[in-house]
């Protein structure tokens, strides 16, 4: 047959040929490094005797702020030419004029920015004008890190006010309370670790899920239906992972267990075959696989994955989405015949999918069970976390090829240049380990109740509702409809009235049960009762001369217990008007105190919390009380706060030096001891289903800690420091060091609403258990009672 190819030439015919004859002479030269050597020689030539042409600018007013040299990378193919960005544009004009002259993004579209390892060098940069899309708009690779970092800090500096850069942790705080999806999740996960569908080399990675392909029906309510997602697909045969082992026992070092790795460039175009045969094509040197080794059904790749000696390939994004292109030979091509005679054609699918759009429906509803979701944070802990090397992940059977993973191998110290490019040949095409996003073990979503939901496509599957606390009997519950409006119309807080009643400032709220009388404390000794009703002060009482810090109401109303500076708690009697006792508890100031069925609970800058157990005189009707010491828990330094959950099992404390320790009171032991704060924690309190714990302090961090895993999942900054807050689990109200009442969304990572009110820091804040009521205290020694405005 005869060839005939056409050069759509857009300059002239005489440059076109030249360059044609030097790559030929480059590719005559006998060893590989030379021939790349000379290419990129070329190439650098080509790129410094031309520029970024102006005249393509989108308007005559644009102002330049940088340009230099970058390659625009698609898959298995780098485009190289001139980057250029103005004060509205992102713009990438190509040498060879292909996709098309001039590829221009406009800055005020950008939703993310990520930079990238190209080739495990810091070079890339990948830019999304979409918020949840799987392909970027165009991703770069430049010849030196600081053009890379200055192009990223421009964009990052225009978006500052459009767009939050996201952590890891703020993704993992939205997934785990509901507000995003397993897939979604999963997505995020991969962006932040370098993955991207422009780089076969680091293609999103995604998990089986489902190891039934062989039932008629699939019940997704049976765990037995789903692959266990603790362990690596290298290990999920227990026969297999035994002759591993052994092999592993005998094999020098460096050490691996798995030969070949879950996701590589020739895995992906595995599957991806059908859809982007040019790459398959270019990979394997023109030529499609054996047949028999093409991905001709979902059973039988899903077998050779539990039992092939070498073949521990996880999926990719492709299966938990819409387009079912992948599974379907639409194009038609002549992928080969089979040993058995049969054309290679469409994938066959398992007997549970009707057709290519049922698989993907039931794959998708899968990735998001209740097993799955479940389970899902065990999966993320061998691909993106702690278990993805080190002693861990031998332990988790998670071990492959040194090359596989950051670090692997220096290329920048091979100076062989034959050896360099046959190394970074095998680490591109071998596969490549995520960058590593948890160093602790990644906590679990917390499940919601589900309800059957019909869907457009007849089946029926579990959707979550939004997460509830253990004890709710029904999404129907009319307080938590109320307190969920509260939380919701919290921006709209006014202030109502506002009473200076202190000579200094306020240190403490309380309120009765009824709201009638409000109680405070304040650094000028006192201890005041104040009638909501009246607006009048009833009562002053002072203990000693130094200040008091907290203050709380006993179960009745009858009894007021607050804290002191002079180390003290004092009980006073609110029937009798007199203080009925005194404990002596601490070596230093008593910070802060807290009380939950006859347990006091006493924080110092002694650098101890006292748990006390006993009934105060004014409830057992004694002159005097006993109480009795339970437990001392041990800190380093001063304790500023505690604050206990709702069952009273787990105490929170923050220390004057950032700590934050989350202690189980059954056995008076330390949980997890987390060091995230750069000074004095102010407050800290658990979320109210007990998941979460929140704390703030001097650095002006608000940071979110998951009690089960210890690890901190979200933080937040203010240009302040926040001194007292309340919050729901989603949301925070806090009081800042300026008087500001800030209204914080956490899951959205943003401050929703600034509003004024002390002249001073906000010191303490109370609001009742319908949500409906607040009341703040601060050091201009006012007390305000705030009001939502529906």
């Given amino acids: ?83 250029c960005i103005t004060d509205t544009n992102l713009y990438f004009q190509p040498l060879n004029g292909y996709p098309k002259p001039v590829v221009q993004i406009t800055l005020q579209d950008v939703r993310r920015i990520y930079k990238r390892r190209h080739g495990l060098m810091p070079l890339g940069l990948e830019v999304f004008c979409t918020e949840d899309d799987l392909c ?47 897939r979604q999740y999963l997505l995020h996960l991969n962006n932040l670790a370098d993955r991207s569908c422009s780089d076969l080399s680091q293609y999103p990675v995604f998990p089986w899920t489902i190891s039934d392909y062989c039932s008629l029906e699939l019940d997704l309510s049976n765990p037995e239906t789903f692959r266990d997602l603790s362990k690596p697909v290298g290990a999920l045969n227990k026969e297999r992972l035994e002759r591993l082992l052994a092999r592993y026992q005998e094999m020098p070092d460096p050490k691996f267990m798995y030969g070949s790795h879950y996701s590589s460039p020739g895995y992906v175009l595995f599957y991806l075959v059908r859809i982007a045969p040019e790459y398959m094509l270019c990979l394997q040197n023109g030529r ?33 989405g819409d387009d079912v292109s992948f599974l379907v030979n639409s194009l038609k091509l002549d992928l080969g015949k089979r040993q058995g005679g049969q054309m290679v054609d469409d994938v066959e699918l398992p007997p549970w999918a009707q057709s290519p759009q049922d698989f993907l429906q039931k794959s998708k509803d899968a990735l998001e069970s209740a097993y799955v979701s479940e389970h899902l944070h065990e999966w993320i802990d061998l691909i993106f976390g702690y278990k993805q090397k080190g002693s861990n992940a031998i332990g988790a059977h998670n071990v492959f090829h040194p090359l596989t993973y950051e670090g692997g191998v220096d290329l920048n110290s091979i100076e062989d240049p034959d050896e360099k490019v046959a190394m970074l040949t095998q680490i591109l095409e071998f596969g490549q380990t995520p960058k590593q996003l948890f160093v602790t073990p990644h906590p679990r979503r917390i499940t919601p109740k589900f309800k059957s939901v019909s869907q457009t496509s007849g089946c029926s599957t579990p959707i979550p509702d939004f997460p509830v606390s253990p004890g709710e009997e029904s999404f129907e519950d009319l307080t938590e409809e109320s307190k969920t409006l509260a939380w919701n119309n919290m921006t709209k807080l006014q202030l109502h009235e506002h009473y200076k009643i202190h000579k200094d400032a306020v240190t403490g709220i309380a309120v009765s049960c009824n709201g009638s009388s409000v109680f405070t404390t304040s650094q000028d000794s006192t201890l005041k009762m104040f009638s909501k ?18 203050c709380l109401l006993l179960p009745g109303d009858a009894t007021v217990i607050t804290s002191s500076w002079d180390n003290n708690v004092y ?48 409830m057992s009707g004694a002159k005097k009380h006993q109480f009795d010491l339970v437990a001392e828990l041990e800190h380093d330094v001063s304790v500023d706060t505690i604050s206990l959950n709702a069952a ?18 059954t056995t008076a032991t330390v949980l997890h001891q987390i060091p995230c704060h750069s000074g004095t924690i102010y407050d800290t309190a658990f979320s109210p289903d007990s998941r979460h714990v929140l704390s703030i302090g001097e650095d002006g961090c608000l940071n979110v800690i998951d009690v089960q895993t210890g690890m901190l999942i979200s933080s ?25 009442l800030l209204v914080w969304d956490l899951l959205g990572g943003k401050i929703s609403e600034r509003i004024q009110g002390h002249t001073g820091a906000v010191t303490c804040i109370w609001m009742n258990e319908q949500c409906s009521s607040i009341i703040t205290g601060g050091e201009d020694r006012q007390i305000m009672f705030w009001k939502q405005q529906y």
């Avoid at 991703?139 to 767009?163: N, S």
């Fill in 1 to 83: 047959m005869e060839y005939i190819f056409e050069l759509d030439v857009s300059g002239k015919v005489e440059d076109v040929v030249e360059t044609l004859l030097q790559l030929h002479r480059a590719s005559c030269l006998d060893k590989l490094g030379d021939q790349t050597a000379m290419i990129t020689a070329i190439l650098q030539s080509r790129l410094a005797r031309t520029s970024f042409d102006k005249n393509r600018f989108q308007s005559v007013s644009e102002k330049l702020h940088m340009e230099c040299k970058a390659e625009m990378v698609t898959p298995l193919v780098t485009n190289p030419g001139h980057v």
């Fill in 136 to 182: 970027s708009d165009i991703y770069l690779k430049f010849y030196e890190p600081q053009d890379r970092d200055d192009v990223y800090f421009y964009i990052a500096t225009y978006l500052e006010h459009h767009v939050a850069e996201r952590t890891a942790e703020s993704y993992t705080l939205q997934w785990q309370r509901g507000h995003l999806s397993n």
């Fill in 288 to 320: 499609f696989d054996n047949a028999d080794r093409m991905f001709n059904s979902i059973a039988e790749t899903w077998k050779n994955c539990l039992d092939g000696a070498t073949d521990f390939k996880e999926l990719i994004p492709e299966f938990y």
């Fill in 533 to 550: 009703e009246s607006k009048m002060l009833q009562r002053s009482i002072s203990f000693s001369n130094m200040a008091l810090s907290s």
């Fill in 571 to 618: 009980f006073y009697s609110i029937a009798f008007g007199r203080r009925q006792d005194t404990l002596m508890g601490h070596d230093d100031a008593v910070s802060k105190i807290c009380w939950h069925d006859d347990r006091l609970y006493t924080a110092s800058w002694d650098s101890t919390v006292k748990v006390w157990s006993g009934v105060p005189a004014e």
């Fill in 648 to 665: 009273s099992t787990l105490l929170v404390s923050g220390t004057k030096e950032g700590t934050v320790t989350i202690w189980d009171l």
């Fill in 716 to 740: 937040m900054t203010s240009d302040e420091p926040q001194r007292c807050f309340i919050w729901d689990g989603n949301s925070v109200l806090s009081g800042s060091q300026s008087g500001q």
